[in-house]
């Protein structure tokens, strides 16, 4: 009977160390090389920024005029986000996708929905917990905070008009070109932003939803929400 009671009393001790060591994992390991993921892909960016390789450049006999915006690459980061509210040393890559690999490297951008400053509903996913903890203070955005994005020459400065609002996963209309629930009820060029619900868990997505409230050129230093 000894015998049992000790061999049952070290199973439970090896659990619960293999348990302590798995959430070890989650909480900290994960963070540790997410957030080296996303500081590569923000310096990778402004490299390429700062090397001119923003856009690719047109081929012979291309059109004169403006050229139509490249479509995004996969699994390629192409913008930063700044949240204000977040903290103001809060940055994060976009890249182009919202695959398990793609957001742990950063906050993903929905393919078939709208470029960056474009007509339509540029839409953006990110992990609430674990790969950095990327959307953590969701539940704090409000009415009214700034949302800003970079593509390396132009600031977007975005304004939450609703959120956060709480859904299942399987509404996908808010990211429609007018998002259901969003209050929008006409074209125009919206944010949505979407992460997990609850905390650790993603039975249901929180969603919050803005406006496009103004365009700088990067030339023209850091816009007003990012000085404050």
């Not at 439970?12 to 963070?31: P, R, S």
Request: hydrophobic share 35%; aromatic share 10%.
């Amino acid at each position: 009977m000894r015998a049992i009671v000790r061999t049952v009393s070290e199973l439970c001790i090896t659990v619960g160390a293999l348990i302590v060591l798995f959430v070890a994992y989650v909480l900290f390991w994960t963070g540790v090389k997410a957030d080296g993921l996303m500081s590569d892909q923000i310096d990778r960016l402004q490299q390429q920024w700062s090397q001119g390789g923003v856009h690719e450049p047109a081929g012979p006999g291309a059109a004169a005029g403006p050229a139509a915006p490249a479509p995004y690459r996969s699994g390629k980061a192409f913008a930063i986000m700044y949240i204000p509210r977040f903290g103001f040393t809060w940055n994060k890559p976009v890249l182009e996708g919202t695959g398990t690999d793609v957001l742990k490297k950063g906050l993903g951008h929905y393919a078939r929905t709208a470029q960056l400053g474009g007509r339509g509903n540029f839409s953006v996913a990110g992990h609430r917990r674990t790969y950095g903890d990327p959307f953590k203070d969701f539940p704090e955005l409000r009415p009214g905070d700034a949302v800003v994005l970079t593509d390396g020459t132009t600031w977007f400065t975005y304004r939450i008009d609703k959120g956060p609002y709480r859904t299942v996963p399987t509404d996908v209309e808010v990211i429609d070109p007018v998002p259901r629930m969003s209050g929008y009820t006409r074209p125009g060029r919206y944010l949505t932003l979407t992460t997990c619900e609850p905390e650790w868990g993603h039975s249901h997505r929180l969603i919050v939803w803005a406006h496009l409230d103004s365009t700088e050129p990067v030339e023209a230093g850091k816009p007003e929400a990012l000085r404050r």
